[in-house]
């Protein structure tokens, strides 16, 4: 009997408390990578359009990379059109081609992290709790918000470098850049930058899933701001100090507000679970139950009552055992 297929039968089964085998992890991530990749080719047929075209009231992406070069003073650049114009070099058949295709890969990029950032979550999101769900919007918002921003840094520390590195020997020589040489290093900028401020958000994620918990952060505050700035100098690709400093400061900022949100996060789960905890009446999961009491004999509540502590015998020795008198009264009463 042939067995018809089902789609469904490919996707990766989510148990209920979270856990996946290997296997099933390895189709989710393909499932969540083949999504990313078809957002980012349909946003990049829009990044080929745009290169040469204006959309949304703005310049074409090809004009708006090539900003920085073009601001600089006519002395600092060579003049390679006849009419003066602002542009660069090609020396290759397919350097214009290559370059337009590279332009538009890295706009699609820049406009499909929505997706690319909600595939991210939406992969670690079986490994959070119900509540901790509920973040994916914030997630995708705040991701996308802070891809841009870091890529909008960079291409304005990339101004300012080329306003020290390129007007520095202006006196004796002109400057003349490649075209592909110039897009990449523009480009490589604004990723760098767009990629260093997504680093809250890994923070966050990995306190969320409980990897990296607000002690260990705290423990390692010091070391993890010195490691932004010495980040900041290694993938710099201008070397001027400024963009180091800049960039630099900016991760240090980033870090210490994704260090305070995790202490707040987990003093707020804190309170949350004491008091439900005192309003249900019930133990924590991880605190030990009271061991049980043992039976007392009759009359050591009346003891315990008045003050007095009954006979008692050490262990591994017999109990002394007294007789009492019972008043005659009191045993006809119970007769």
């Not at 350097?95 to 538009?104: G, Y």
Request: charged fraction near 20%; hydrophobic fraction near 50%.
């Amino acid at each position: 009997m042939k067995i018809p297929f089902d789609p469904r039968r490919r996707r990766a089964v989510v148990n209920p408390d979270g856990t996946m085998s290997i296997v099933d992890h390895l189709y989710e991530l393909r499932t969540r990578i083949l999504w990313s990749l078809l957002a980012i080719v349909l946003a990049a047929v829009i990044g080929f359009f745009w290169y040469n075209h204006s959309m949304l009231g703005l310049r074409p992406s090809g004009e708006l990379l090539r900003g920085p070069y073009c601001e600089l003073p006519e002395s600092a650049r060579a003049e390679i059109t006849r009419t003066g114009e602002c542009r660069l070099l090609a020396t290759g058949v397919f350097d214009q081609f290559n370059l337009r295709v590279k332009v538009a890969f890295a706009t699609g990029v820049l406009l499909a992290c929505p997706v690319w950032l909600y595939q991210v979550w939406s992969f670690i999101v079986p490994a959070l709790h119900r509540k901790e769900k509920r973040y994916t919007l914030a997630f995708v918002t705040m991701g996308g918000v802070l891809f841009l921003s870091g890529a909008i840094l960079g291409y304005f520390m990339i101004a300012n470098a080329f306003r020290f590195l390129l007007t520095v020997g202006n006196e004796t020589q002109v400057t003349a850049l490649q075209g592909a040489d110039y897009f990449s290093f523009v480009l490589s900028v604004m990723a760098i930058f767009g990629v260093s401020f997504e680093l809250p958000l890994f923070i966050i994620a990995l306190n969320l899933v409980g990897v990296l918990p607000y002690a260990k952060l705290k423990k390692w505050r010091r070391g993890l701001l010195m490691s932004m700035f010495i980040v900041a100098a290694f993938i710099s690709q201008s070397g001027d100090p400024l963009t180091m400093l800049v960039l630099g400061l900016a991760l240090a900022v980033l870090l210490e507000l994704s260090i305070q949100f995790c202490r707040i996060r987990e003093k707020i789960k804190r309170r949350n679970a004491a008091g439900s905890d005192v309003f249900d009446g019930e133990l924590d999961d991880e605190a030990a139950s009271p061991t049980p009491s043992a039976p007392q004999p009759i009359g050591a509540s009346a003891g315990a009552s008045s003050g007095t502590v009954g006979n008692t015998a050490p262990i591994g020795q017999p109990e002394k055992v007294t007789r009492t008198s019972i008043p005659r009264s009191g045993f006809d009463d119970v007769l």
